[in-house]
């Protein structure tokens, strides 16, 4: 199904554009479920937050089609009907939205820099939630089928596949896991990798080859996926022979990985191998950054669970944190004291 959602573009709207001039206590970066629940908890907190939320609002949940595991809806809502949801719950407390996207930051110093553009906003806090994207194939038609039988998100979809035959694509340690994991709703799994070995870990793929509901299909890349509606199957390519056959599976999930959005903080910010930005093992100030004042939440950081509840948890946290952090910032010293009363 192909969903349209019109969130509020107050970015675009030049009476209600929020001042640069001005020195806020929060500036958020990126409107996913993870940042509009940080927007929520630290509006409540009297923290006037100013989201800019980039042209394209609301994360990976825009191109979702029924979520069925977030608390609180027992029918299941559809993902860009959530976004809209949070959205207005953000709004409703006082949350100024810019809808357009950040341009370069300085997160050095007291007082944080983030250009829009050539408006420069400023703020003694940042929450990065900026979130990352699912690594596809480029294929038209996988786009064209993506919530028609294509997933990147086995945990998210896996249950609308029951009793059918479905592929994963890719050869390491979450493929593994998403195709076994996949063999709980499906009645059978092909793991489809291009070489002639797994990256994973040779226990993973003991694993996944010991289910008698899992199948390897090796030396092999997706050349096209099938169906007009939804999936009916993938064209497949041997790498070695160049043999192309298809194959009928009802569902391609995606296992080859994401890219966390994080190249605004190249140079600024500790990240991992994988370019997710690292925060603090501290559980008093988990979403704490290697920059003081600066915090991030939700998939940027996150390359394990990447769930919509799991980023909204720490959406909160990271809220939480700020408030915190601003807090002890506003403290004065024993030399302040000492000099206030002094004078």
């Not at 069925?68 to 976004?83: K, S």
């Not at 194939?137 to 249950?159: H, I, M, P, Q, W």
């Not at 064209?235 to 192309?244: A, I």
Request: proline share 3%.
């Amino acid at each position: 199904m192909d969903f349209q959602l019109s969130m509020p573009k107050s970015g675009d709207d030049h009476e209600n554009k929020p001042n640069p001039d001005e020195i806020r206590e929060v500036i958020i970066i990126g409107a996913g479920p993870a940042g509009l629940t940080a927007a929520i908890y630290t509006a409540r907190a009297h923290l006037k937050p100013l989201m800019i939320e980039g042209y394209f609002s609301g994360g990976q949940l825009m191109d979702t089609t029924e979520v069925e595991n977030y608390p609180g809806f027992r029918n299941g809502i559809m993902g860009p009907d959530l976004m809209a949801e949070m959205h207005a719950q953000a709004e409703r407390f006082g949350t100024e939205f810019l809808t357009k996207d950040v341009t370069k930051v300085d997160l050095s110093g007291d007082i944080k820099k983030v250009w829009v553009e050539d408006d420069l906003f400023q703020a003694k806090t940042v929450i990065i939630s900026t979130g990352a994207t699912a690594n596809y194939l480029g294929l038209e038609n996988e786009k064209r089928l993506l919530g028609r039988g294509v997933s990147a998100c086995a945990t998210c979809d896996g249950f609308f596949f029951q009793d059918k035959e479905i592929c994963v694509i890719g050869g390491d340690d979450s493929a593994m896991e998403e195709a076994t994991f996949l063999t709980k709703f499906a009645s059978k799994v092909y793991v489809i990798h291009r070489r002639d070995q797994f990256r994973a870990s040779k226990i993973m793929v003991k694993k996944a080859a010991d289910n008698p509901k899992i199948e390897f299909i090796m030396d092999t890349v997706v050349e096209d996926v099938l169906g007009e509606d939804a999936v009916t199957g993938v064209r497949l390519k041997n790498v070695k022979t160049g043999e192309v056959t298809d194959l009928p599976v009802e569902g391609m999930f995606l296992a080859i990985g994401h890219t966390p959005a994080t190249k605004l903080f190249v140079g600024q910010l500790e990240m991992n191998e994988k370019g997710y930005l690292i925060t603090s093992t501290d559980k008093h100030n988990i979403t704490a950054t290697s920059m003081p004042g600066v915090f991030a939440c939700g998939d940027v950081q996150d390359d394990h669970y990447q769930q919509a509840i799991t980023a909204a948890g720490s959406g909160c946290q990271a809220a939480l944190d700020v408030e915190q952090y601003l807090e002890a910032q506003a403290i004065p010293t024993e030399e302040e004291t000492s000099m206030a009363a002094a004078a």
